[in-house]
């Protein structure tokens, strides 16, 4: 069974449309939760880092962690053709910086003008 | 706004030869990591580093590969005699002192092996 699992897509959505992007995990032990943006060429870009369950929002971005069910969300709001990227959910263990992140594959995400 | 600086962004190495990949964490950072991407797949972990040693390794990181601090802004990523699957987007990436605080990743070192 895979660690994490996120659906690649492409998922393709009409420009202020709201998007859900979504991953799944199997190993409790992960504590902390991040949503990376990545673009072609380019590295991954932390858009927002949780740790509780629950709710956590910046500006059109709102990442949501529900423990008990080893699922994460992220919810952009009034998509922008410029949101098109691929989106990365990462996790790690609590307790220790030096843990690596164990990523999820990707969701590569259109918003369409 | 302070980032993490890879180089070079695309270094094409001759199968058997090492290659040094370079970056630059952000100034205030302690902690210090190497991922690597091959085409299609996940981004994976391979070593953390802090205080001057190995933190963590996966299984990917084995006796081929090596990481060092030479000097005070640095960190770079050796692989001894590199085979045609080291071929990958290679990423660095920094935390600072809070251990709770996120990773921060550079633009990567694309490595194409012949």
């Known amino acids: 069974q895979k660690e994490v699992e996120q659906d690649p897509g492409p998922l393709s959505v009409p420009e202020g449309a709201i998007v859900s992007l979504n991953c799944t995990y199997s190993n409790s032990a992960f504590q902390y939760f991040m949503w990376y943006r990545q673009y072609s060429r380019k590295g991954p870009e932390l858009l927002m880092y949780t740790y509780s369950s629950g709710n956590k929002e910046d500006g059109r971005f709102t990442a949501q962690v529900d423990k008990s069910s080893k699922y994460i969300s992220l919810f952009i709001r009034d998509s922008q053709p410029s949101d098109s990227a691929t989106y990365l959910c990462?996790?790690?263990?609590?307790?220790?910086?030096?843990?690596?992140?164990?990523f999820g594959k990707g969701t590569h995400l259109i918003i369409q003008p | 706004e302070p980032e993490v600086t890879q180089t070079p962004s695309h270094q094409v190495t001759q199968m058997g030869q090492e290659v040094i990949l370079r970056c630059v964490p952000i100034?205030?950072?302690?902690?210090f990591y190497w991922y690597r991407q091959i085409l299609g797949q996940k981004v994976e972990f391979l070593v953390s580093?802090?205080?001057?040693?190995?933190?963590?390794k996966s299984e990917i990181f084995d006796d081929q590969f090596s990481v060092e601090r030479p000097d005070g802004s640095n960190f770079t990523l050796k692989i001894r005699s590199t085979k045609l699957e080291d071929s990958a987007m290679y990423f660095c990436?920094?935390?600072?002192?809070?251990?709770?605080?996120?990773?921060?990743f550079g633009d990567g070192t694309r490595l194409s092996i012949l």
């Open positions: 100034s205030n950072h302690l902690y």
């Open positions: 990436a920094s935390g600072a002192s809070d251990e709770n605080q996120p990773q921060h």
């Open positions: 990462a996790m790690r263990p609590g307790g220790g910086g030096a843990d690596g992140l164990t």
């Open positions: 580093f802090y205080n001057n040693e190995i933190s963590e």
